[in-house]
């Protein structure tokens, strides 16, 4: 089998090259950037600005990572730990949020609770009281309303995969409830918890879409900061010091990892909950769930107001006019190429990530460890480090104004949450099937396409969505990049922000939403045709 | 120790001569020879760690022995890599192809045989009937018992008409009743298909009750190998003997309260 060995070493080298151009690359000549441009870096780091934003960034985000776990633990309890009903669509319904950009969660926002919104008008007119949803307390709201849905997600497995057993044990025992969570809960959900609110807090301190929106002058972020120093000052060097910044959680991410030695999965027998009838609690959760349920579907439902309504509230009647004004402004050729990135996307990071992660979950040596490190670390990248960092390295190349730049930011920044679902799948399979290829002939590559693969059809269709909805919906990372006939969707929303044209961005946040929508539904209908009642991974 | 090589060289169907594997500081196995007859039923018995996964896959080629030779028919096949030595593997697990039908399982590795591709589906039928799957040739390996899915991995080895057939614990994964009807079933396929079979198990009385002969490790080094009556009657060591004995007292022990609760 000295070809396959061949083979294998040739791909990995392939792969780690392609990582380095497309995550490695670029931040290292950021890096220098910094250098040659003669920023002083002391000088930024100590201004009163400078400060000020660090401060703002760290304040807000602790704020808005706590309320978001705290509300994503509490309603995954509620579904996971009751005998409420429709757990399923309230999962759904919860999630929806992560369909659409930050940026709509921004305007919906404004919509609901600016000047002249949607609900601070009722609010006005019946209290006699002004609401401004601008500064600390907003950008904390819209952090928590993108940012939950994901600490849901996650929450939700660590307690799906939680033994019962200790709990049962210590309910024989006598051990008072309070105890059982002090005693039990807490050390086992404590390592898990840090890494959600890790992902949570990073997610949130990166976003500039939000703070963008509802952001005042006090309360002026880090990456804000950046993208006015980008875009309004054109000072890269600038940018590029925040950006080294924002990259510290990345940074922190890869020292741990590589800090963690027992990567492997830890599979025991675990014993499910049993859920007692509880009259209380059910009530309970049926209120909190229906509550959260409808402050998501809030925003959605006041962009289809703004939509399709003339003039809320004075002009009650329905039009077609927002939406004509809104493709007249280009929207058509623009979904074309976000769709046609996002479908590129989608494609090439299947292969990637699968391949890749053949690598490092069932082939040993240094370039496989070498390349799990690359991949788990680009998960904590932010879109705008990135897009700077493409703006610089990539701006004497012939890719500069091109879409394929923009397909490889994407990659760069969402390959790895897919190669990671495609690991843990890989690992899940036998891990003999190699040996036994080997032995009966069969190489690698032939087990690879004819037996491991068939075997993560489920994952690949999940990658697949997980590429092709993020791309759909990013503003961060192509927001250097994109030209006038590159541009995509999500773009015209800063656009419209910038003209105050609500209609607009209310329009085009409901269209990146449908067609992520369309999307997830047909990869539901794929799966479930793909995978009947076999039993896959 | 000369003797010994060359009567391992010179006789046999498989001769394994002064095999040593290292993994970095660890000595894994050491000074390991021994030699298998043809159509012999030879067991590897040990407990967990000892070392005998290790002696399968150097000898399948999966994994370079850090000094010793393995003869094959007279030939050195040290350097042979895994699809030229014709040796089958029957693994714990199974390993099956959890995505192909039971038929597919069994006629897949000889799509890729020049020779085999154009009977590829008859000896695939064929084998199936043989090992008793008839009625199953067509599901896919998760609708099958324990016991079905081991024979399709078996049936899956002998498509390739290997010399030796290698089973790691192929019973471990299996109910105690099971295991006991399934052991005259291995047997039995060896003796319909004349094979030469190395078993590895750490189950003494498995190996006793199946075995033409025994091979006891302990810590990467042969303690005895002989004829299970040998094993009993003369332990060649203390380890021999505890490890034999320790379970032959618990077998009776249990047999003994078995008898108690009649
Ligand atoms: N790839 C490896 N690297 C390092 N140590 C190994 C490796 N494979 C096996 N070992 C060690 O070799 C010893 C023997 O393992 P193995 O042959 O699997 O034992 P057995 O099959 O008898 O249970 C064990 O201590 C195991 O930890
Ligand atoms: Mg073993």
């Given at each position: 089998?000295r070809s396959?060995?061949?083979?294998a070493l040739?791909?990995?080298?392939?792969?780690?090259?392609?990582?380095a151009?497309?995550?490695?690359?670029?931040?290292?000549?950021m890096?220098?950037k910094?250098?040659?441009?003669?920023?002083?870096?002391?000088?930024?780091?100590?201004?009163v600005?400078?400060?000020?934003a660090l401060?703002?960034?760290?304040?807000?985000?602790?704020?808005?990572?706590?309320?978001s776990?705290?509300?994503a633990?509490?309603?995954?309890?509620?579904?996971?730990r009751?005998?409420?009903?429709?757990?399923?669509?309230?999962?759904?319904?919860f999630?929806?949020?992560?369909?659409?950009p930050s940026?709509?969660?921004?305007?919906?926002?404004?919509?609901?609770?600016?000047?002249n919104?949607?609900?601070?008008?009722?609010?006005?007119?019946?209290l006699?009281?002004?609401?401004?949803?601008?500064?600390?307390?907003?950008i904390v709201i819209?952090?928590?309303?993108?940012?939950?849905p994901?600490?849901?997600?996650?929450?939700?497995?660590?307690?799906?995969?939680?033994?019962?057993?200790p709990?049962?044990?210590?309910?024989?025992l006598?051990?008072?409830?309070?105890?059982?969570l002090?005693?039990?809960?807490?050390?086992?959900?404590?390592?898990?918890?840090i890494?959600?609110?890790?992902?949570v807090?990073?997610?949130?301190?990166?976003d500039y879409?939000?703070p963008?929106?509802?952001?005042?002058t006090h309360?002026?972020t880090?990456?804000?900061?950046?993208y006015?120093e980008?875009?309004?000052?054109?000072?890269?060097?600038?940018?590029?010091?925040?950006?080294?910044?924002?990259?510290?959680?990345?940074?922190?991410?890869f020292?741990?990892?590589?800090?963690?030695k027992?990567?492997g999965?830890?599979?025991?027998?675990?014993?499910?909950?049993?859920?007692?009838?509880?009259?209380?609690r059910d009530?309970?959760?049926?209120?909190?769930?229906g509550?959260?349920a409808?402050?998501?579907?809030?925003?959605?439902?006041?962009?289809?107001?703004?939509?399709?309504?003339r003039?809320?509230?004075?002009?009650?009647?329905f039009?077609?006019?927002?939406?004509?004004?809104t493709?007249?402004?280009?929207?058509?050729?623009y979904?074309?190429?976000?769709?046609?990135?996002?479908?590129f996307?989608?494609?090439v990071g299947?292969?990637v990530?699968?391949?890749?992660?053949?690598f490092?979950?069932?082939?040993r040596?240094?370039?496989s460890?070498?390349l799990?490190?690359?991949s788990?670390?680009?998960?904590?990248?932010?879109?705008?480090?990135?897009g700077?960092?493409?703006?610089?390295?990539?701006?004497p190349?012939?890719?500069?104004?091109?879409?394929?730049?923009?397909?490889?930011?994407?990659?760069?920044?969402?390959?790895a949450?897919p190669?990671?679902m495609?690991?843990?799948?890989?690992?899940?399979?036998?891990?003999?099937?190699?040996?036994?290829?080997a032995?009966?002939?069969?190489?690698?590559?032939?087990?690879?396409?004819?037996?491991?693969?068939?075997?993560?059809?489920?994952?690949?269709a999940?990658m697949?969505?997980?590429?092709?909805?993020?791309?759909?919906?990013?503003i961060?990372?192509?927001t250097?990049?994109?030209?006038?006939?590159?541009?995509?969707?999500s773009?015209?929303?800063?656009?419209?922000?910038?003209?105050?044209?609500?209609?607009?961005?209310?329009?085009?946040?409901?269209?990146?939403?449908?067609?992520?929508?369309?999307m997830?539904?047909?990869?539901?209908l794929?799966?479930?045709?793909?995978l009947?009642?076999?039993?896959c991974? | 120790?000369?003797?010994?090589?060359?009567?391992a060289?010179?006789?046999?169907?498989?001769?394994?001569?002064n095999?040593?594997v290292?993994?970095?500081?660890?000595?894994?196995?050491?000074?390991?020879?021994?030699?298998?007859?043809?159509?012999?039923?030879?067991?590897?018995?040990?407990p967990?760690?000892?070392?005998?996964?290790?002696?399968?896959?150097?000898?399948?080629?999966?994994l370079?022995?850090?000094?010793?030779?393995?003869?094959?028919?007279?030939?050195?096949?040290?350097?042979?890599?895994?699809?030229k030595?014709?040796?089958?593997?029957?693994f714990?697990?199974?390993?099956?192809?959890?995505?192909?039908?039971?038929?597919?399982?069994?006629q897949?590795?000889?799509?890729?045989?020049?020779?085999?591709?154009?009977?590829a589906y008859?000896?695939?039928?064929?084998?199936?009937?043989?090992v008793g799957?008839k009625?199953?040739?067509?599901?896919?390996?998760?609708?099958?018992?324990g016991?079905?899915?081991?024979?399709?991995?078996?049936?899956?080895?002998?498509?390739?008409?290997?010399?030796v057939?290698?089973?790691?614990?192929p019973?471990?994964?299996?109910?105690?009743?099971?295991?006991?009807?399934?052991?005259?079933?291995?047997?039995?396929?060896?003796?319909?298909?004349?094979?030469?079979?190395?078993?590895?198990t750490?189950?003494?009385?498995?190996?006793?009750?199946?075995?033409?002969?025994?091979?006891?490790?302990?810590?990467?080094v042969?303690?005895?190998?002989?004829?299970?009556?040998?094993?009993i009657?003369?332990p060649?060591?203390?380890?021999?003997k505890?490890?034999?004995?320790e379970?032959?007292?618990?077998?009776?022990?249990?047999?003994a309260?078995?008898?108690?609760?009649?």
């Amino acid at each position: 089998m000295r070809s396959d060995r061949q083979y294998a070493l040739i791909t990995k080298w392939l792969l780690i090259s392609f990582f380095a151009v497309i995550v490695l690359f670029p931040l290292l000549r950021m890096l220098f950037k910094i250098a040659e441009s003669e920023t002083n870096i002391v000088k930024i780091m100590s201004s009163v600005n400078f400060h000020n934003a660090l401060m703002n960034s760290l304040t807000i985000s602790l704020t808005a990572t706590l309320i978001s776990v705290a509300l994503a633990s509490l309603l995954s309890w509620c579904v996971l730990r009751s005998h409420i009903r429709f757990k399923v669509l309230l999962t759904i319904l919860f999630t929806l949020p992560m369909l659409i950009p930050s940026f709509s969660h921004g305007i919906g926002l404004i919509i609901l609770f600016g000047k002249n919104g949607v609900i601070s008008n009722v609010i006005t007119d019946l209290l006699q009281i002004d609401v401004s949803i601008y500064g600390f307390w907003g950008i904390v709201i819209g952090s928590v309303m993108y940012s939950f849905p994901v600490a849901f997600l996650m929450v939700s497995d660590i307690l799906r995969y939680e033994d019962s057993s200790p709990y049962e044990a210590a309910g024989v025992l006598g051990v008072p409830k309070i105890r059982q969570l002090t005693g039990i809960s807490l050390p086992y959900l404590r390592k898990p918890m840090i890494i959600v609110a890790f992902a949570v807090f990073t997610m949130i301190i990166t976003d500039y879409g939000v703070p963008m929106f509802v952001g005042d002058t006090h309360s002026l972020t880090l990456p804000v900061m950046m993208y006015q120093e980008v875009i309004g000052q054109g000072d890269l060097g600038k940018g590029s010091v925040i950006a080294l910044v924002l990259l510290m959680p990345a940074v922190m991410a890869f020292v741990i990892d590589l800090l963690n030695k027992d990567r492997g999965n830890l599979s025991f027998v675990i014993k499910p909950f049993e859920t007692a009838k509880n009259t209380l609690r059910d009530l309970f959760s049926y209120t909190f769930c229906g509550a959260v349920a409808l402050l998501v579907l809030l925003p959605i439902g006041a962009f289809i107001v703004l939509t399709f309504l003339r003039h809320y509230p004075y002009d009650m009647a329905f039009t077609l006019e927002n939406i004509a004004k809104t493709f007249d402004k280009g929207a058509g050729i623009y979904l074309k190429n976000s769709v046609m990135i996002s479908l590129f996307v989608g494609g090439v990071g299947v292969v990637v990530a699968s391949v890749t992660s053949y690598f490092t979950a069932r082939m040993r040596g240094v370039t496989s460890k070498i390349l799990h490190l690359i991949s788990i670390t680009t998960l904590a990248i932010p879109g705008l480090v990135l897009g700077l960092s493409y703006a610089i390295f990539f701006s004497p190349t012939f890719l500069y104004h091109t879409i394929a730049i923009l397909i490889m930011v994407n990659l760069a920044h969402f390959i790895a949450s897919p190669y990671l679902m495609m690991y843990n799948t890989f690992n899940k399979l036998n891990e003999n099937l190699e040996d036994v290829g080997a032995t009966l002939g069969i190489s690698r590559i032939r087990i690879f396409l004819n037996v491991l693969l068939p075997q993560a059809k489920g994952t690949i269709a999940e990658m697949f969505m997980y590429l092709f909805v993020n791309s759909m919906m990013t503003i961060s990372a192509v927001t250097f990049l994109y030209t006038s006939e590159t541009k995509p969707i999500s773009i015209m929303i800063t656009s419209f922000e910038k003209d105050m044209n609500w209609e607009g961005a209310a329009f085009v946040s409901l269209m990146i939403l449908a067609v992520n929508i369309v999307m997830k539904i047909g990869i539901a209908l794929v799966k479930r045709r793909l995978l009947g009642s076999e039993k896959c991974v | 120790m000369d003797e010994a090589r060359c009567e391992a060289k010179c006789h046999g169907k498989l001769a394994v001569e002064n095999l040593r594997v290292e993994f970095g500081d660890n000595t894994i196995l050491q000074d390991v020879s021994f030699a298998v007859e043809d159509k012999e039923f030879l067991s590897i018995l040990g407990p967990s760690g000892c070392g005998k996964t290790t002696i399968l896959r150097v000898l399948l080629g999966l994994l370079k022995p850090t000094q010793g030779k393995i003869y094959k028919d007279g030939i050195n096949i040290t350097a042979f890599p895994p699809a030229k030595r014709k040796m089958g593997i029957v693994f714990q697990n199974y390993a099956l192809f959890e995505n192909m039908t039971v038929l597919n399982n069994v006629q897949y590795a000889l799509k890729f045989d020049q020779e085999k591709k154009k009977d590829a589906y008859k000896i695939a039928v064929d084998l199936i009937h043989r090992v008793g799957l008839k009625e199953h040739m067509h599901k896919r390996p998760y609708k099958l018992s324990g016991g079905q899915q081991q024979r399709v991995a078996i049936a899956r080895t002998l498509a390739t008409s290997p010399d030796v057939i290698l089973l790691d614990e192929p019973m471990s994964a299996l109910d105690a009743e099971m295991r006991l009807s399934l052991r005259s079933e291995i047997k039995g396929l060896q003796k319909e298909f004349g094979s030469t079979m190395i078993y590895i198990t750490h189950d003494q009385e498995e190996a006793l009750a199946m075995s033409d002969r025994i091979m006891v490790l302990e810590k990467g080094v042969i303690q005895q190998i002989g004829t299970p009556m040998e094993i009993i009657d003369k332990p060649a060591n203390t380890y021999v003997k505890s490890f034999v004995q320790e379970n032959m007292r618990l077998k009776i022990d249990s047999l003994a309260q078995f008898f108690n609760k009649l």
